[in-house]
Antibody, heavy 123, light 107 residues
Framework: QVQLVESGGGVVQPGRSLRLSCVAS????????MHWVRQAPGKGLEWVAV????????YYGDSVKGRFTISRDDSKNTVYLEMNSLRAEDTAMYYC????????????????WGQGSLVTVSS | DIQLTQSPSFLSASVGDRVTITCRAS??????LTWFQQKPGKAPNLLIY???TLQSGVPSRFSGSGSGTEFTLTISSLQPEDFATYYC?????????FGPGTKVDIK
């Protein structure tokens, strides 16, 4: 069965960096685009980033552009989110999710999600 | 960026009720819309994709409709396990966005 397991969250001071990992299993990893989505405490869902199935394209949400970097290592079935210059407003649960279907730009759906990794940015 | 609005933001209903949630997009997104259910402390769960296609394993009391800028999620007969928050999301272009959510509570 498809599983996504995030790790790497924790408490970090403003301005510092953190790297999240998401290990995938139960499917052929290099056939799917992967997304990160976050949710601040008590708030709604916010899309963060996507990486194409082959790593050729990456897109970011406006609030993280220039600070966060998404990458993947298909030999480890893992997608990463490198977060730099962290701010208090980055405090959230971070989920990775698999994109199924679509052509990358249009359509498809985020059909499987991990359980999330909590990032708290505080001094 | 495409903005999604949902109405209502909060809904109080009873078991057995028919419930309809609306999602409106700020521009035409064809049928590139999905619906999620989220319960407290849990990851979102995909219900509907391509505006009207039921995800495998999701009960048939859930249905979706619409295209362009107006979409609806309908629960034909609300069950106790359906009390949750529901989000729409578009996949028309980047950045992807989610609606603000509709919380369905017990009357």
């Amino acid at each position: 069965q498809v599983q996504l397991v995030e790790s790497g969250g924790g408490v970090v001071q403003p301005g510092r960096s953190l790297r999240l990992s998401c290990v995938a299993s139960g499917f052929i990893f290099n056939r799917n685009g992967m997304h990160w989505v976050r949710q601040a405490p008590g708030k709604g869902l916010e899309w963060v980033a996507v990486i194409w199935y082959d790593g050729s394209k990456k897109y970011y949400g406006d609030s993280v552009k220039g600070r966060f970097t998404i990458s993947r290592d298909d030999s480890k079935n893992t997608v990463y989110l490198e977060m730099n210059s962290l701010r208090a407003e980055d405090t959230a649960m971070y989920y990775c999710a698999r994109l199924q279907g679509g052509d990358g730009y249009y359509g498809g759906a985020l059909d499987y999600w991990g359980q999330g990794s909590l990032v708290t940015v505080s001094s | 960026d495409i903005q999604l609005t949902q109405s209502p933001s909060f809904l109080s209903a009873s078991v057995g009720d028919r419930v309809t949630i609306t999602c409106r997009a700020s521009q035409d997104i064809s049928s590139y819309l999905t619906w999620f259910q989220q319960k407290p402390g849990k990851a979102p769960n995909l219900l509907i994709y391509a505006a009207s296609t039921l995800q495998s394993g999701v009960p048939s009391r859930f249905s979706g409709s619409g295209s362009g800028t107006e979409f609806t999620l309908t629960i034909s007969s609300l069950q106790p396990e359906d009390f949750a928050t529901y989000y729409c999301q578009h996949l028309n272009n980047f950045p992807l966005t989610f609606g603000p959510g509709t919380k369905v509570d017990i009357k």
